[in-house]
C-alpha cells in the first residue's frame, strides 16, 4: 500500500514544509533551511525554533516569507494549505 510507504511519509512532510514555507519566519533562513524532514516530520532544530513558534507577541517581518507569523503550520491550515497537502497527497497515491 502506497500510504504505508515511507516515501509516501516523506513526500507528505516535504510537501508540508514547502506549504507552510511561506508562513514560516525568516530573518536569516536558519530556521527553514536547519530544518529536518523526515517521514511524516519537521523537526526544526534551532535552539530558539519553539520560541519563534509560541511567539504570539513577536513583530515578524514579512519581507522574505509574506505571511510571517508564530504558529505557522496552523496559519497554513487556517490560509488553506491542508487542502493543497490534501490534493498533492491524493495525486501521490494515484500514482502509486
Known sequence: CVVNNGNFGLFAAQEWKRLIS???PRRTGALEDTAIV???KIEYIQ???S???????????RDANPYATYEWDNAA???G??????????KFIDRG
Open 22 to 24: 511561506p508562513f514560516t
Open 47 to 49: 535552539p530558539y525554533a
Open 38 to 40: 523526515k517521514p511524516w
Open 81 to 90: 494549505q491542508g487542502e493543497k497537502l490534501t490534493r498533492a497527497a491524493q
Open 77 to 79: 491550515i487556517n490560509a
Open 51 to 61: 520560541v519563534v513558534y509560541n511567539g504570539e507577541d513577536f513583530n515578524f517581518r
